[in-house]
């Protein structure tokens, strides 16, 4: 099975996107998913056909669903919420904010990508194309799996067989309910599809990022975080798929200025993502909703390739922790020795190859450390990351 997932800034056209690449894997013979875990679901108005929140078939060999959050919440973590409410309520906090701060930060969204583990067991699909949520939440969902262990560790630190055995006698001299079984099998079923959940996704041979961006240069910074972060987190990205590429010979003296400035943004994109595939989509005449459209622009985008294939098999940027320092790598074929030359300015890192540089945007984990050095081997570039407190004599 293949997924791929396509995320970027909120309007830059994930939906039409999604919905042109589920087209074109549906017309190879693949037996395709689309779906939608966005809150502002519009996979129905892209096609055209109400689709809702149970799948539904909607064209030969492709299906639709547009995720209902709250569904998917309960079933993944409706045992464990009215467990915490209840503890919140025991120490004496309204019900209302006690049922609100039951609920983890981005659980809506990991449990609207948790039936993608129930949908691999099935075997149902060939390809699931996943219309993600913006940028900074689809980032929250795929750093989840690391915080769900660590909170829910935290929160359930007594083991359930000293529970179980103290149980009929503590529970009468303290005013917190202690945790039953049934909430006990929940956090082990919580975390063991939250394990199998991340497995999958991080798996290169089954899953593919795609980020979607505009160009412009606020949406170029968040997908070039973005694209730190899927490597922090060991998250493979295959492509970055320009939209809305203004034609070079569009009249008119009005487009003139955003030809020019789209050309330098194009330049911007090569130099933040290379050697990633770059895809185009030309901005349109008229809006893309409806098959035909997608299907024009399924093929103006992909331009005879196949859209389920790995468009990309190497991790050009990846993130690691050696000996308890981050080290950032990237690929660096050709490079000599002496070559290279790194510095820093905040959130920002400039890498200097020759007559070349290159800007990258770091996530917060590296923003807020020191980069002490590079060195070249095995053509990557390996750039270490120490706190400034440890910085001393390096």
Request: net charge neutral; glycine share 6%; charged share 25%.
């Amino acid at each position: 099975m293949r997924i791929i997932l396509h995320t970027g800034k909120g309007g830059v056209g994930k939906t039409t996107i999604s919905a042109a690449t589920a087209l074109a894997a549906a017309a190879r013979g693949n037996r395709t998913l689309v779906v939608s875990t966005d809150a502002a679901h519009s996979l129905s108005d892209s096609f055209e056909t109400a689709i809702g929140h149970e799948i539904r078939r909607i064209g030969p060999n492709l299906w639709g669903q547009e995720v209902d959050a709250l569904h998917q919440l309960e079933k993944y973590w409706g045992i464990l919420r009215r467990y915490i409410t209840s503890v919140m309520r025991a120490h004496g906090l309204d019900d209302v904010v006690a049922e609100e701060l039951a609920n983890l930060p981005g659980m809506e969204e990991i449990a609207s990508l948790m039936q993608l583990t129930a949908l691999a067991h099935e075997d149902r699909f060939d390809v699931i194309i996943v219309d993600c949520a913006p940028t900074g939440e689809t980032m929250q969902l795929l750093s989840f799996p690391e915080m769900a262990r660590w909170w829910l560790e935290k929160l359930f630190p007594i083991q359930r067989a000293v529970v179980r055995v103290t149980r009929p006698v503590v529970q009468r001299f303290v005013e917190i309910p202690l945790p039953t079984d049934e909430v006990f099998d929940a956090v082990k079923e919580l975390v063991l599809n939250v394990n199998e959940m991340h497995g999958l996704l991080a798996d290169p041979a089954v899953t593919s990022i795609r980020i979607v961006l505009n160009l412009e240069k606020m949406v170029i910074k968040e997908a070039q975080r973005a694209y730190t972060y899927f490597s922090l987190f060991g998250y493979g990205t295959d492509a970055v798929i320009v939209n809305r590429v203004l034609p070079r010979d569009a009249d008119g003296r009005f487009l003139r200025p955003w030809i020019e400035a789209q050309e330098r943004y194009r330049a911007m994109v090569r130099e933040a993502f290379a050697p990633l595939p770059i895809l185009e989509l030309p901005l349109t005449e008229r809006e893309i909703v409806g098959r035909r459209p997608l299907v024009e622009a399924a093929r103006a985008l992909y331009d005879g390739r196949d859209p389920t294939a790995r468009l990309y098999t190497d991790a050009p940027q990846r993130i690691q922790r050696r000996d308890g320092r981050y080290v950032l790598s990237l690929a660096a074929p050709f490079v000599e020795k002496g070559a290279v030359n790194i510095s820093q300015k905040g959130a920002e890192l400039i890498v200097r190859v020759g007559d070349y540089k290159r800007n990258l945007t770091l996530p917060r984990s590296l923003a807020s450390l020191v980069a002490t050095g590079a060195h070249l081997e095995d053509n990557r570039l390996f750039i270490t990351f120490l706190r400034e407190a440890d910085t001393d004599g390096h």
